[in-house]
């Protein structure tokens, strides 16, 4: 399995509308996509003294399946136009890691 993480900022005044844009728009837009090996993806938010900073994750099969979402330069962050306009700075490329062990705990 493989974890895309990719890191974003705004400003305090457009966290809520960078937040509406991805889970209204951008996560919604990937899903459509059907990428075969897609698992998942979390959007998380945590707010700092002077930013918001967000933070995905994106869960693969494989490297495959994250170059069937991506391309060749599988890297590369993928942060449409709208969500652009509202960060203040970005992860220009996403960082990949392979899951060693991940444990689903019983409820």
Not at 22 to 27: F, K, M
């Amino acid at each position: 399995m493989i974890c895309r993480v990719w890191r974003g900022w705004t400003t305090r005044a457009n966290a809520d509308a960078y937040e509406r844009i991805v889970r209204g728009q951008v996560i919604p837009g990937i899903e459509a996509r059907h990428i075969p090996g897609f698992v998942s993806i979390d959007l998380m938010r945590r707010e700092r003294e002077k930013d918001v900073e967000f933070l995905t994750l994106m869960w693969f099969d494989d490297l495959a399946s994250v170059q069937a979402f991506m391309g060749e330069d599988y890297e590369q962050a993928h942060v449409p136009a709208a969500a652009r306009a509202v960060l203040s700075d970005f992860d220009e490329r996403s960082a990949h890691f392979e899951v060693l062990d991940r444990r689903q705990q019983p409820s």
